[in-house]
């Protein structure tokens, strides 16, 4: 049932009930100078109703009314309710219409009235009643329905409790009976969490449930959260040997169904996850929140690691690589107030976003006939899928809303390997949220609106940042064409949850190597075993290089449908390395792939030189192994990875999918610039000044570059000088040699001094008003 709009100042609404064959044509003309109406009354209108149903013989009917019809009263206050969102409800009664919205039609122009009870509505108003019938008069904000309560009849008891990575409350295993599953449904498909610790969370699904029957943007937000039918009262048992008992459970769509063995992130949503006096939170426990949001990733990046369901062995050994040697340091008092779960979580709240994502990817070393890599491309792109239709749901929704301390949760699918992996993410977790309508967004005061305006920035950022770093990984990883070179660096870390939380990465590069893949002759088949020097930086005073230990390794390549080619990596050990790789010190081997020789060449002597490293032309990625085992000056590895390049024609293809994906801002086309040949990273001397990076004397200087680094003429403003660039929009020079990858889309690999200005920029072009400064819609205000 959609109304057909003639002007801005008049509606007309054509419906028909296809159940009881009545029609009803209704017309409202807006007078202008007219004397305002009485409040509560509707303007003057007029209207017909004829019918063909069985009940009347097809005999034509004359309703008294509009708000008979539709089951309203015009002698209560009015409720600020969109006509819209009211006749939206009958898709699901079975209403329809010819027209459509005009461009000049104001929804909020029109408003409905408080619904009269179900009962006393004329029958095809029923469902509008039903859908309305929380809307409080004069509020225009739905009020919590009665309990959604699912009867207990439909699950087996006892339910048993589920063991879960962190949180307060308690989880049970709720599954249907038999003969009461509804269709269509699996038997397992919900769980049930405690309501005692979930008594917000409960009231904001109540008020989702009633505002995506009014709101298609509140709909579409619905679908990418978490699904929750109401609660029910069954018998729960916690442990094995307690007694059944009752309990109300909040019921939430169980995301493990349809996965044989689902690896799931629970990624924490906000820089700010707690706020005195929101929700109950103390001021003790919203320090305590405050103290891990500075020292986690939350800080750096927006959001965090909170845990991992299915760890990879990759990540397994390092946690538990860093609990011994966490004991092995001898420090009783931090042994003690931390335990082995706790410190493992901490480890995983260091993590930043790349290095979470390469372990949720790990589907563990190559095996013949197994597409392990193709796997995690698909994981991938799944994940960039599914994340995008999150954010663009989040940035519809109408207004601001103060959501604390909410979660992303994302799955894959390891056990059933294939090119199209199965991949689910869902938002959730809403105990310190509060869901606000449009209404009383307006009725907060000014600062108010603008504490919510702040929360609600920080948490799209997050989000939007949480896809750009997908999206950055997918334009690295899954879109390379042929990795040509290898650079392996040995990297030592201190088990220290302190150290780490306070100072970040405080470890140090032990030495480092290159590898060049031949580009005349192929490997061997089975691939060849080699021994690489490590050089370590100059002494003071000197320009010789270091010989600091040797690295042993074995590669091999595979080659692949449509010119691909996957090299397989692997890392054994290495011997005589200085006596900093003991006990107490985490030592693991970054692997970094290039696309372009040329590329892990400048990284190794910017590396060897002490310098920052320098971000590559073309792309680049990287993998670390498993901490390593001390022999005394021996190193231990024995770790396997596998690097994938597709072809020219299937990695073109790869990036023109994700090219559509990004928003337009975001775009880089090889059409809009001709590249000059001297900038281009295949050309050219190492030495030539217009071949190499720029380095800055000035840190000033820098907000004048690209983000490759070439400074930006000063006589021709926001153009490089070894581009010519075209269009409106300003384009930065990654260059590869078949084109350019997404300028805002920079690897893991290189300088970091520019990538929260690119992660802004991303977020900034899916929604302008993200940034702080920056300005929001008027209405907001």
Not at 679 to 705: K, N, V, Y
Not at 755 to 764: M, N, T
Request: net charge negative.
């Amino acid at each position: 049932m959609i109304p057909t709009a003639t002007s801005a100042a008049g509606l007309h609404l054509d419906l028909q009930d296809h159940r009881s064959g009545f029609h009803l044509a209704y017309s409202r003309e807006e007078v202008t100078g007219a004397s305002p109406q009485p409040h509560g009354a509707l303007p003057p209108m007029s209207f017909e109703v004829d019918g063909a149903g069985e009940d009347d013989g097809g005999c034509q009917r004359k309703l008294p009314s509009l708000q008979d019809f539709l089951g309203l009263d015009s002698t209560t206050e009015s409720t600020l309710c969109s006509v819209r969102h009211a006749v939206s409800l009958g898709s699901s009664s079975g209403w329809s219409s010819p027209g459509t919205w005009a461009s000049d039609f104001d929804p909020d122009r029109c408003t409905l009235h408080q619904v009269l009870p179900a009962a006393t509505a004329s029958p095809p108003a029923a469902a509008v009643a039903a859908g309305l019938g929380g809307l409080a008069a004069g509020g225009g904000s739905p009020k919590p329905a009665a309990d959604s309560q699912v009867p207990a009849e439909q699950f087996q008891q006892p339910c048993r409790a589920l063991c879960t990575n962190g949180g307060t409350a308690a989880f049970f295993e709720v599954r249907y009976l038999p003969d009461q599953r509804p269709a269509g449904i699996a038997e397992n498909f919900y769980v049930g969490k405690d309501l005692a610790h979930a008594r917000d969370e409960k009231e904001f699904y109540e008020r989702l449930s009633k505002l995506q029957a009014l709101d298609p943007r509140w709909a579409a937000f619905a679908e990418v959260a978490m699904g929750c039918p109401g609660c029910t009262e069954l018998q729960c048992i916690r442990g094995a040997a307690d007694k059944p008992e009752e309990r109300q459970l909040l019921l939430l769509e169980n995301l493990r169904v349809g996965f044989k063995q689902l690896r799931l992130l629970d990624v924490k949503l906000g820089e700010k996850t707690s706020v005195v006096g929101w929700k109950g939170k103390t001021r003790l426990h919203a320090w305590k929140n405050q103290v891990i949001d500075y020292t986690t990733n939350s800080a750096r990046e927006g959001f965090r690691l909170e845990g991992m369901d299915l760890l990879p062995k990759s990540l397994r050994d390092r946690m538990s690589h860093f609990i011994q040697g966490r004991h092995n340091q001898g420090i009783p008092i931090l042994t003690d107030l931390l335990s082995e779960k706790r410190s493992k979580r901490m480890l995983q709240q260091q993590l930043r976003a790349h290095e979470f994502l390469a372990s949720w990817l790990d589907m563990g070393p190559p095996q013949a006939g197994v597409e392990t890599e193709l796997h995690a491309h698909g994981a991938l792109w799944g994940a960039i899928d599914a994340v995008a239709r999150i954010v663009k749901a989040v940035v519809n929704i109408p207004v601001p809303q103060q959501w604390i301390g909410t979660s992303l949760a994302l799955g894959v699918e390891v056990e059933d390997i294939s090119k199209q992996p199965r991949v689910v993410a869902k938002v959730f977790d809403w105990g310190r949220a509060e869901l606000t309508t449009g209404a009383e967004y307006k009725e907060l005061q000014a600062e108010e609106k603008k504490e919510r305006l702040g929360f609600w920035r920080q948490y799209v950022r997050a989000i939007s940042r949480f896809q750009w770093e997908l999206c950055r990984t997918y334009a690295h990883r899954s879109c390379c064409k042929a990795w040509t070179a290898f650079v392996f660096e040995i990297h030592t870390s201190q088990c220290s949850i302190v150290r780490k939380s306070v100072l970040g990465d405080t470890g140090g590069d032990i030495g480092s190597a290159v590898y060049e893949l031949p580009t005349r002759a192929s490997l061997p088949e089975g691939g060849k075993n080699l021994v690489v020097p490590l050089m370590g930086r100059p002494s003071q005073g000197s320009f010789a290089q270091l010989v600091c230990g040797m690295l042993y390794i074995h590669v091999s390549t595979i080659p692949k449908a449509e010119g691909g080619r996957s090299v397989v990596v692997t890392v054994h050990g290495a011997t005589d390395v200085p006596e900093v790789c003991k006990s107490g010190v985490e030592t693991t081997v970054r692997v970094i792939a290039f696309e372009h020789v040329e590329d892990a060449k400048w990284h190794l002597e910017a590396t060897q030189a002490g310098e920052e490293e320098r971000t590559p032309r073309g792309r680049a990625y990287e993998l670390r192994t498993r901490p390593g085992r001390s022999f005394g000056r021996k190193l231990l590895f024995e770790d396997t990875m596998e690097f994938l390049g597709l072809g020219e024609k299937r990695a073109q293809e790869a990036q023109r999918k994700l090219e559509e994906m990004l928003p337009e801002e975001c775009d880089d086309s090889e059409d809009e610039m001709s590249i000059c040949p001297t900038c281009s990273p295949m050309a050219g001397d190492r030495s030539s000044p217009i071949g190499s990076p720029i380095h800055f004397s000035d840190p000033e200087a820098e907000d004048d570059a690209c983000f490759c680094g070439h400074v930006i003429d000063a006589t021709s403003p926001g153009i490089c000088p070894h581009q010519r660039h075209y269009g409106t929009r300003h384009r930065h020079c990654f260059l590869h040699a078949g084109g350019t990858y997404p300028e805002l889309l920079p690897p893991t690999v290189g300088r970091c001094s520019n990538i929260e200005k690119q992660a802004a920029a991303f977020c900034s072009s899916l929604a302008a008003w993200t940034q702080e400064g920056a300005s929001c819609p008027e209405s907001w205000r």
